[in-house]
């Protein structure tokens, strides 16, 4: 089912695979002519938990099962000879069960119990493919391998199951796992051909789409993003269904079959706010430690929902911060309790499990958080032009900067909705501060470049501001210096014109400056250009461009792939936990009223605009040297090793994420040309042509006209879209979501809301800035509580097992690399003026710790949190 024991393909088990299968046992007599034989076996599975312990009662119940008769059953299926009288189905072995299951005494903490098996089998059934499991017991339980370590004429034979195995009552079929052989479909041995088909159509489901599904149910199956709203509590937390037209698209995402909403039809009714019990197929959801690990760090976040209640109990200033001081002693001491009641009051407001990870033992400070590393060496130096202009190629979304290729930049917004939105900076504006060159030569140079947000936003911008939300939709013009770093030249703030959308944009453009009030202006007109890059990073970068747009991969890929299939092999490991991420996104984090709409700008119309930039998606454009050319940061050149030429030299995420790419591409091409030595092979793989139909026409369906979709035809089109879903899995995800405590977590240097406009002269606000530039900073932007927020023998295939210890050593090559240019002084926008190394794409093959993502180092192997 996967290919490593841990789901970090880019650590440990990039670096050395973990087992390889054993040839035909030599010890074995080879003059051995009984019929019956003995193969012993041995099981690996794991008992029912609830987070991190055993559930003692159900642990009791199977054991009373066990005294009963009932134990769990294993029986084997022949890959040789079919049973006419059973539909040509592989010939069963006799049901043989787990021994001892009442003595071997499982630990009160999770881990594996390994059970020994003897199955009786005849010879002349040749080799098992499969088995069947039965489980007779009260309660469920999670199998991971079977391994047989006599079979006659084989030797040593490996099951890979990765699976909860519920109660036999629960199934209308047989649970059948297969062995680590790998085939396409029309290699698949006679014996085994339908207990493939049939495992294809449990995971289906009854393909009516109706009724709700159950913990125990198998099912993947599509549905529309229509369970974020929550009509019960009025016309406030109505929102549109995302998906099934055209003026709303959205990816598609995994159907639970929750009933209607009483009160709106079309709206799937939610569960209460605490409840985490979403269905997702019980394979996708975490394992037992990993599912600990994001209830503490999702608790942050859920305590902003919260916000109300311990508002009401702690502190009427609470949503203010007062000084810079204020912010840092959320990292240096906490927020001090007034009184030993308060304590006492907020735990009556809250369950005690969710606020004992925010508290500190000593119950004196709340909401305590590690310093993040972008104030770790040096306080201050988030706020100069040059971090500011570092962040934007190396910081936590480096994905949307892009050359600037006429001046002044224009707009593609229709003009007959809109108006004129063309930018309103001028030469004048920016060509005291670009060198003594000419705009004009400055563009054939390739030296302005531009972060501009300007198109995402305007369209939303009169429903945002009329919310206690006052920002602005930006466009900001960078340098690129003689030593690769960029500088900004100008910021320019437009709103939708006062006599409406037809008559265009109002803007006003703001240059740099460092002293007395023009200094203060241009940190607000900063922070403005940050708020539009951290909204759209949250919601674009890192919401929609990874988790959403892959969900429907992921259900395709189960729907019409079986486990035996190379492709599902190759991909399966990178969508681990990603379904159940986000249905948990859907409960606490996109909802109406979730935390996203609480703490990023775009508030309640945050998801609808997500999907206004889901219209212009395209999937062979996050190929990341695509991506690239797209942007204008790198143009084509064949005599480079990697066929691109970087207009930044010194941009990290583009020069570690092309090394990973290539690794992963070069990985790929090995693993796919093995299987597939031709195009034809590939056309006719039944089960690849149905995947790719299905993730057109279902999983992605309202763009499915449009032309730029890969037919699946050729080989090289298969390669392509496995590297891209892999990338987009992986190391992609990594760069956009790892940083964002490092870089992130202090309040000031990336705020995600702004609370009023830019100051005019002659006002209060203006002389407030003039008199206290630091005060009038924090509260224009976000007030303080809106900042607290597998196996190793994956296949018995030597040279794809081969091609994946080669891509392991390339990855350790990378990581020395990365570590090399990070040392190297003369890059200097590896570590700018907060000292901080890019390590968002450093595969970290070595030591990888479990940190939540606070560190922003390692590469991940799917998107999971």
């Not at 049939?198 to 599904?213: A, V």
């Not at 060159?437 to 429903?463: S, W």
């Not at 008559?503 to 539009?532: C, R």
């Not at 207009?647 to 290539?662: F, K, N, Q, R, T």
Request: with cysteine; aromatic share 10%; charged share 25%.
């Amino acid at each position: 089912m996967g290919y490593c024991p841990s789901s970090r393909v880019f650590n440990n088990a990039m670096v050395k695979f973990c087992g390889k299968p054993r040839t035909k046992d030599k010890g074995m007599s080879e003059e051995n002519n009984n019929k019956k034989n003995k193969i012993k076996g041995t099981v690996v599975l794991m008992e029912k938990n609830v987070l991190d312990f055993n559930d003692l009662k159900s642990s009791l119940l199977d054991r009373v099962h066990e005294l009963l008769g009932k134990g769990v059953s294993l029986q084997l299926i022949s890959a040789v000879h079919t049973d006419p009288a059973d539909g040509s189905r592989g010939k069963l072995g006799k049901p043989s069960y787990l021994e001892k299951w009442i003595t071997t005494v499982s630990q009160l903490t999770a881990g594996e119990t390994v059970f020994t098996i003897e199955f009786e089998w005849d010879e002349s059934m040749g080799i098992p493919g499969a088995f069947i499991i039965k489980n007779h017991h009260h309660s469920q339980f999670y199998i991971k391998t079977l391994t047989l370590e006599n079979v006659p004429g084989h030797g040593r034979l490996h099951f890979i199951c990765n699976s909860w195995v519920y109660p036999s009552r629960r199934y209308n079929y047989h649970r059948v796992f297969f062995s680590n052989k790998t085939y396409l479909p029309r290699q698949m041995p006679e014996p085994l051909r339908k207990y493939r088909e049939e495992e294809l159509m449990n995971l289906r489901g009854n393909g009516k789409g109706k009724g709700k599904l159950n913990e125990w149910d198998r099912v993947y199956d599509y549905d529309y993003y229509n369970d974020l709203a929550m009509p019960e509590k009025g016309h406030n937390f109505a929102r549109p269904v995302l998906g099934g037209s055209q003026e709303i698209p959205y990816p598609r995402r995994g159907r639970t079959g929750r009933k209607p909403h009483k009160k709106d039809p079309n709206t799937e009714s939610r569960l209460s706010l605490l409840n985490l019990d979403i269905y997702v197929p019980r394979d996708e959801q975490f394992n037992m430690v990993k599912f600990s690990d994001f209830l503490a760090y999702a608790l942050k976040s859920l305590f902003q929902v919260l916000i109300p209640e311990i508002a009401a109990v702690y502190d009427k200033t609470i949503n203010e911060f007062d000084s810079f001081q204020d912010v840092l002693d959320l990292y240096e001491g906490g927020i001090k309790l007034p009184n030993d009641d308060t304590l006492k009051k907020i735990r009556n407001c809250l369950p005690w499990e969710m606020i004992r990870e925010l508290v500190r033992n000593d119950g004196e400070r709340f909401m305590k958080f590690p310093l993040p590393a972008v104030i770790k060496e040096d306080k201050s130096a988030w706020r100069t032009d040059e971090e500011f202009a570092r962040e934007t190629l190396a910081g936590v979304n480096p994905v949307v900067i892009s050359r600037l290729k006429e001046f002044p930049p224009a707009s593609k917004l229709d003009p007959k909705a809109y108006g004129n939105q063309k930018s309103t900076i001028k030469a004048e504006h920016i060509e005291m501060n670009i060198n003594g060159l000419t705009v004009e030569e400055a563009l054939k140079g390739n030296r302005p470049f531009i972060l501009n947000h300007h198109d995402a936003l305007m369209p939303y911008l009169r429903r945002i501001n009329s919310t206690s939300t006052k920002t602005y939709a930006t466009r900001t013009l960078f340098l690129l210096q003689d030593d690769g770093t960029l500088k900004p030249l100008a910021i320019e703030l437009s709103l939708p014109h006062p006599q409406g959308d037809t008559h265009g944009a109002v803007s006003k453009v703001f240059t740099p400056a460092e002293d007395g009030i023009e200094g203060s202006v241009w940190q607000l007109a900063k922070a403005y250009a940050v708020v539009n890059d951290s909204g759209y990073h949250q919601l674009i970068s890192h919401w929609l461009n990874t988790h959403a747009v892959i969900e429907p991969f992921i259900i395709a890929s189960n729907r019409q792939l079986s486990v035996v299939h190379p492709i599902y092999k190759l991909l399966h490991p990178h969508f681990r936990d990603t379904m159940n991420i986000n249905a948990l996104a859907r409960q606490i984090l996109i909802n109406a009223g979730g935390v996203f709409e609480l703490t990023v700008f775009p508030g309640k119309h945050a998801l609808e605009m997500s999907s206004s930039v889901y219209k212009n998606w395209i999937f062979t454009d996050q190929s990341l040297p695509l991506d690239l050319i797209k942007r204008g940061m790198a143009v084509r050149d064949t005599g480079n090793p990697i066929g691109l030429k970087l207009l930044i030299e010194d941009y990290p995420y583009a020069v570690d994420g092309l090394e990973i790419w290539s690794a992963i591409e070069t990985w790929v091409t090995e693993y796919c040309s093995f299987y597939y030595p031709s195009d034809e092979v590939v056309k006719a793989d039944t089960e690849i042509q149905s995947w790719w139909t299905e993730i057109r026409n279902e999983g992605h369906n309202d763009l499915k006209h449009e032309p730029w979709w890969p037919e699946m035809k050729t080989r090289a089109e298969l390669i392509e879209a496995c590297t891209i879903i892999i990338w987009i899995s992986s190391a992609l995800h990594a760069a956009v979501n790892f940083g964002q405590y490092p870089y992130a977590g202090y309040l000031p240097n990336r705020s995600t809301i702004s609370r009023r406009f830019m100051p005019e002269q002659g006002t209060a606000e203006y002389a407030e800035l003039e008199k206290d530039p630091e005060l009038a900073f924090l509260k224009t932007i976000t007030p303080q509580f809106q900042t607290l927020l597998d196996t190793p023998e994956w296949t018995s295939d030597v040279e794809p097992l081969a091609a994946f210890e080669r891509f392991g050593r390339k990855l350790v090559e990378i990581e020395k690399r990365v570590t090399e240019r990070n040392n190297d002084s003369r890059l200097k926008n590896r570590i700018g003026a907060v000292k901080m190394p890019y390590t968002l794409l450093y595969p970290n093959t070595s030591d990888y710790t479990r940190d939540g993502g606070l560190t922003g180092k390692g590469i991940p192997n799917s998107i999971s949190i």
